[in-house]
């Protein structure tokens, strides 16, 4: 087995049990085969073996394809391609915008009114995290992602995310 830290242990450890991750990637990882760092820090950014993954279109690529398996083991899921990741706490995960965007769906079903012009956090390049009630800031993933990219426009410079209802300007700072 290739000598793993005890992060990467512990999650080649849940992804060889977890009966959604595809067999063929079970069987890789249960026979030894490398499990290379990938993460999402807390912050929104994603780390290669602990160094920045620099190219913006290599990370929209992993906002918008991080999932989370019901027995709770985090995936970069590309098409027909599904690797383990490490996805550092943040708390909450934005599933899903309804109502237009002003609402979110978290991760686990629970449903939060946003607003019509909440605070977003950027990477640079796209949304990471939305702040929802509570001062509680929410990672986007999946579907929400998706949903925001579909909207984002650059007007003078800056983000904006045109609703049907109107348009939220995004900070210039980065996450």
Do not use: C, K, N
């Not at 991080?66 to 027909?80: D, K, M, N, Q, S």
């Not at 995290?129 to 990672?139: E, H, N």
């Amino acid at each position: 087995m290739a000598s793993d830290d005890e992060a990467t242990t512990l999650l080649r450890q849940a992804a060889a049990a977890d009966p959604e991750v595809p067999v063929r990637v079970r069987d890789m990882l249960s026979a030894g085969a490398p499990l290379e760092s990938i993460v999402l820090t807390a912050d929104g950014r994603w780390l290669y073996q602990g160094r920045p993954v620099g190219h913006p279109r290599v990370v929209a690529l992993f906002h918008r394809s991080v999932r989370r398996t019901a027995a709770g083991t985090w995936l970069l899921a590309v098409g027909p391609y599904v690797y383990p990741v490490t996805v550092e706490r943040t708390g909450w995960f934005i599933a899903r915008l309804l109502r237009d965007g002003r609402e979110a769906e978290l991760l686990g079903g629970e449903a939060v009114e946003i607003g019509a012009a909440p605070e977003a956090r950027t990477d640079g390049e796209t949304i990471v995290d939305v702040l929802l009630p509570g001062d509680r800031w929410a990672r986007v993933t999946g579907a929400a992602y998706q949903q925001l990219g579909e909207l984002l426009d650059v007007r003078d410079g800056l983000w904006v995310v045109r609703w049907p209802w109107g348009d939220w300007t995004l900070t210039a700072e980065e996450a």
